[in-house]
């Protein structure tokens, strides 16, 4: 039985800071976490890391950031093997308990507020195939910031299969340059999914939402629309369960 403990002083409130917080996978490890609570916030992102970078990388704090200007709570969280300082990541089971620590994590530290859940890549993966094993309790729609739906170089939409499982709204946010997700795969994917999935593209992004310079815009604005997409399509979670 999974339980989910906060550690310190991060208690159910307005803030404006990120604040630590220690959830507890199981009997036997925590992870460490991040809750960062606007002060009229109304909805709580859970958001996993990538495979190589942990909950801190900047990428992670820019979204975490840009999210809060927009009045969206966040909780991120890491993966065991990345507490352990490991490069390679938990096996599913382990990492599929632990989204659901963090899910009820933030389920006890916001009450009041609506759920969404994902992340970047490796954490949108493994937190769509734990909402397809099993809903993720108060979860209302996933968050993919590049979902990774083949390895680079190998074209295919095997990784996707799990996603026809998923019940509630899904937003994948993708580059158009992403080498994880070959749009000639995933557009045909998103549209079999139907009405619940929404893809939102960033031209010329890579995988890491990054664009060159050629384009005349910056990474910061890219984050910014981003989480403008995030915010916009809110809304559609709110019937979801």
């Not at 220690?22 to 960062?36: E, W």
């Not at 108060?138 to 990774?148: A, H, I, S, T």
């Not at 939102?200 to 005349?216: M, N, Q």
Request: proline share 7%.
């Amino acid at each position: 039985m999974m339980t989910a403990h906060a550690s310190g002083d991060a208690t159910i409130g307005s803030h404006d800071e990120a604040r630590p917080v220690t959830i507890r996978v199981d009997a036997a490890q925590s992870v460490s976490g991040l809750f960062q609570r606007p002060q009229h916030a109304t909805t709580c992102c859970v958001l996993a890391h990538g495979a190589g970078a942990g909950m801190a990388h900047p990428f992670m704090a820019a979204i975490v950031q840009a999210l809060a200007a927009r009045n969206v709570a966040t909780l991120r969280y890491q993966f065991p093997y990345m507490e352990r300082g490991s490069k390679r990541p938990d096996r599913p089971e382990l990492a599929h308990a632990t989204v659901r620590a963090a899910v009820a994590e933030a389920s006890r530290l916001v009450p009041g507020l609506a759920l969404v859940a994902g992340g970047k890549s490796f954490g949108a993966r493994m937190t769509s195939q734990a909402q397809a094993a099993a809903p993720l309790p108060g979860v209302r729609g996933l968050v993919f910031l590049g979902f990774p739906l083949h390895p680079p170089g190998q074209p295919s939409d095997q990784r996707g299969k799990h996603l026809f499982e998923v019940r509630c709204p899904m937003l994948f946010l993708q580059g158009t340059r992403d080498e994880y997700a070959d749009l000639a795969f995933l557009r045909p994917l998103v549209e079999q999914l139907g009405a619940r999935a929404t893809l939102r593209l960033f031209e010329e992004a890579d995988h890491s939402f990054h664009v060159p310079a050629r384009t005349g815009r910056k990474d910061s604005q890219v984050r910014a629309e981003m989480a403008d997409a995030v915010t916009e399509w809110m809304p559609r979670t709110a019937e979801a369960v």
